[in-house]
């Protein structure tokens, strides 16, 4: 088994909103960096346990962990994922584990997963749309 051969992302079938995780493999010598996510509704509460323990599944049939692999969980956020209008938009921040340190990565493994899609994305506060204060040493 490689790492090469485990998919980047896999997010759960049907729904529109997910809760989604980074996860950090390492084995042997290779590190790589996968995003798994849930949606929300059937698992109200805690879905960060089930989003680890579905990778840990998936994981497990590859035998990953019996070969010495390991997991660690690198931060996550909510996926709005519109089948309608093809995009998904990466927003918030996990409860438990936080933002991860590069979103904009995370936003392009999704892209490459789902290049049908458009794939935007912001930190956990929203885009400030407000217009900026006029500067007070401006004449105008």
Do not use: C
């Amino acid at each position: 088994m490689s790492l090469a051969e485990i998919a980047d992302v896999r997010l759960e079938g049907g729904g529109v909103m997910f809760q989604y995780l980074l996860l950090q493999l390492e084995w042997e010598a290779e590190k790589r960096t996968i995003v798994r996510g849930l949606n929300y509704q059937p698992y109200a509460g805690k879905i960060e346990e089930q989003i680890v323990k579905s990778a840990r599944e998936e994981l497990g049939e590859n035998g990953f962990f019996e070969k010495g692999g390991d997991l660690q969980i690198g931060g996550g956020g909510s996926v709005a994922f519109n089948l309608y209008y093809e995009n998904i938009t990466l927003f918030g921040s996990n409860p438990t584990y936080g933002m991860e340190e590069d979103r904009e990565a995370v936003a392009k493994m999704i892209e490459n997963a789902y290049p049908e899609h458009e794939v935007s994305w912001y930190g956990p506060e929203p885009p400030d749309s407000s217009p900026e204060p006029p500067d007070s040493n401006s004449k105008e």
